[in-house]
């Protein structure tokens, strides 16, 4: 085909040919181009928008992963840290110390600590945190909101479409550029 | 119960509960610590290094160049399955099935309609370098690049034909795919070819059962019918073929010229070689021509019959829209069509949003979903007329060809080719060893 005959006029196919290849390359070429002009350069990672989760649970089990990208975080910036934590006991915790039944969290992954009377300082264990949200709600409704979820991007996977972020009923999980994967409570105003 | 309580104090204020979860970071004063105490910073691990996406790139790159290598000039089946393992290996369970050409259509879809979508330039590069090379090697990116490709290459053990009438039936399948994979991720609908990708779960060893179930079944159907899924579902092997169908180079058959011994013919599992056609005597180019015509009419009633059908479909069609859906469920709760409430519709009580900017919006998408649907119909159409045009048209070759449209350029056909085995000196070699044995 390559071989070139000058008394041989190029054949129809070949002609056709080699015209669908160029304009194709160029409608590629042009597509590219316009996608990278309409869209941008940034890269994208997917995360929860804190203030308009609504801790419903589904980030616990719809992530593609066995065990969800999806961590509570605790923002101690703004932590009342109270004694009576909202995030920590149920409303009808027997007492108020670090035993099993008293607790709200199902896998037992919030560490409670005392700091200075009547202070006590709470941290999640990541390890053990399923990402349900029952701390969040609790300490969304009782306390300051200092617990909230985060996708976690040393375990996310980047999906192209989130699988949570299409079973999120309130639409809290969107594409944040990756150089501000994190969406902090108490970082977003200026302090 | 105390949450109970919290919602209705709140509801008695005529405070909305969003307001309130936003004022409730001052609810308690932050302490002031007497102790040495120091408040524990927040650990934000970094996403993947881009590093990795423009390595994907790279690696795209020369597995393409080293495929089309083996394809074209070695013509080697052994190293062109080598090869395939790697990417099934790389591309699959390393870097597990995600960003891949197939899902890309959707990511260049959804950065030409959405302004607000960054798409990386991996995903640009990962939708175009597949079909450039297509458009100037065949579709050697099927051949050893693909791991889902290669999963099924892997589990193909008793190769079967598929009836010609099903295949042609079945074959209609991705094209309805592509189209209803770009309306999709047009309209933001959602990814869902992303959703219908049968082997992601096994790259991630896990994921949901139905996907996992959806997969098991592609990989069955593999052990006895070559690719189902490249075959009747891969809306990127559309794009693939149209490009491979006016390549420069493709894979042939034969290094040399075609001696016509058949032996060829039942080597593809795919039903991709073309066996010679006649030449249509002139009483049957005549006929032919006037069947054409018949033909081109049928295409453009198909058409147009596929518009219609569009416009009919397109309110079901958009109820896809999570957008819509919702906006279609908060009017019938409003209008008591149905009892109680869904996660979605109280979440979107409760955020305080107004009731008509949801119905503004399902209108806005219901629109373009209308246009959408009834080009995907009338693309469906023009699809089924063409393939029918193409059963009678045959491209008049005269040898035994791989069909460059449906040809995966896998090489099993290579062995069967005498010529093939002349070029290696298999028979030379083979008379050796007879000579050395005596």
């Known amino acids: 085909m390559s071989q070139k005959n000058p008394d041989k006029p190029i054949s129809r196919r070949d002609f056709i040919n080699t015209g669908v290849r160029i304009v194709g390359s160029v409608c590629l070429g042009g597509l590219g181009a316009a996608a990278i002009v309409k869209g941008g350069k940034r890269e994208m990672v997917w995360q929860i928008d804190p203030h308009v989760c609504v801790q419903c649970g589904n980030c616990a089990t719809t992530c593609v992963l066995n065990q969800s990208a999806v961590k509570c975080v605790h923002a101690h910036e703004i932590c009342g840290y109270c004694k009576l934590c909202g995030g920590y006991f149920p409303p009808d915790a027997e007492s108020l110390n670090t035993g099993a039944e008293n607790q709200l969290c199902p896998t037992g992954a919030i560490n409670r600590t005392f700091v200075e009377d009547p202070y006590f300082e709470y941290s999640i264990d990541e390890a053990l945190c399923i990402g349900c949200g029952k701390c969040v709600k609790g300490c969304s409704a009782f306390g300051n909101g200092s617990l909230f979820l985060q996708i976690r991007h040393d375990i996310c996977v980047n999906c192209n479409e989130c699988a949570i972020s299409r079973s999120c009923p309130s639409g809290a999980i969107t594409r944040q550029p990756s150089e501000q994967p994190y969406l902090i409570k108490g970082q977003e105003r200026p302090a | ?438």
Not at chain 2, 93 to 116: H, K, M, V, Y
Not at chain 2, 117 to 144: D, K
Not at chain 2, 166 to 180: M, Q, T
Not at chain 2, 219 to 246: D, T
């Open chain 2, 1 to 438: 119960m105390r949450v109970g309580l919290h919602r209705i104090v709140s509801l008695i204020l005529g405070i909305p509960l969003a307001m309130n979860q936003l004022m409730a970071q001052d609810r308690f004063p932050r302490p002031d610590f007497e102790s040495e105490y120091s408040k524990p910073p927040i650990n934000t691990p970094p996403p993947q290094s881009t590093f990795y996406e423009y390595l994907d790139v790279l690696i795209l790159f020369l597995a393409l160049s080293l495929a089309s290598y083996l394809v074209l000039k070695k013509r080697s089946r052994n190293q062109i399955f080598l090869l395939s393992l790697f990417s099934l290996a790389y591309f699959g369970f390393w870097r597990e099935g995600c960003i891949c050409p197939i899902g890309s259509i959707q990511n260049t879809t959804l950065a030409l309609f959405d302004a607000g979508y960054f798409i990386p330039l991996s995903a640009i590069a990962f939708f175009i370098l597949p079909l450039i090379f297509a458009l100037f090697f065949g579709r050697t990116f099927c051949a050893a690049v693909c791991p889902m490709g290669a999963a099924q290459e892997l589990v193909l053990i008793k190769p079967h034909k598929v009836h010609p009438k099903v295949a042609a039936v079945l074959g209609l399948l991705p094209y309805a795919f592509l189209g209803a994979g770009v309306l999709f991720a047009a309209t933001g609908a959602g990814f869902i070819i992303c959703r219908l990708d049968p082997f992601v779960a096994f790259f991630r060893f896990g994921g949901e059962f139905k996907m996992i179930l959806f997969g098991l079944l592609f990989l069955l159907v593999g052990l006895f019918y070559g690719r189902p899924y490249c075959r009747f579902l891969c809306p990127y092997g559309v794009l693939l073929g149209w490009a491979s169908k006016f390549s420069k180079w493709h894979h042939s058959i034969t290094p040399d010229q075609c001696t016509q011994c058949k032996l060829c013919e039942e080597s593809c599992p795919f039903d991709a070689i073309d066996k010679p056609e006649p030449i249509l005597s002139a009483d049957e180019q005549k006929q032919a021509g006037s069947r054409l015509g018949k033909l081109i009419i049928s295409t453009l009633v198909l058409a147009i019959v596929g518009g219609g059908i569009g416009y009919l479909v397109s309110m079901p069609m958009s109820k896809m829209h999570p957008t819509i859906l919702l906006a279609e469920r908060v009017m019938a709760e409003k209008n008591g069509l149905v009892e109680g409430t869904t996660l979605a519709s109280r979440t979107f009580h409760e955020s305080g949003k107004l009731t008509s900017d949801l119905l503004t919006e399902a209108q806005d998408l219901r629109a373009k979903f209308r246009t959408g649907t009834v080009l995907l119909f009338i693309f469906m159409g023009l699809v089924i007329g063409l393939k029918g045009i193409g059963v009678f048209f045959k491209r008049t070759n005269l040898d035994y060809e791989s069909n460059r449209t449906d040809c995966f350029s896998c090489g099993r056909c290579f062995p069967y080719c005498p010529d093939e085995h002349e070029r290696q000196k298999v028979l030379d070699q083979q008379k050796d060893l007879y000579e050395s044995i005596g």
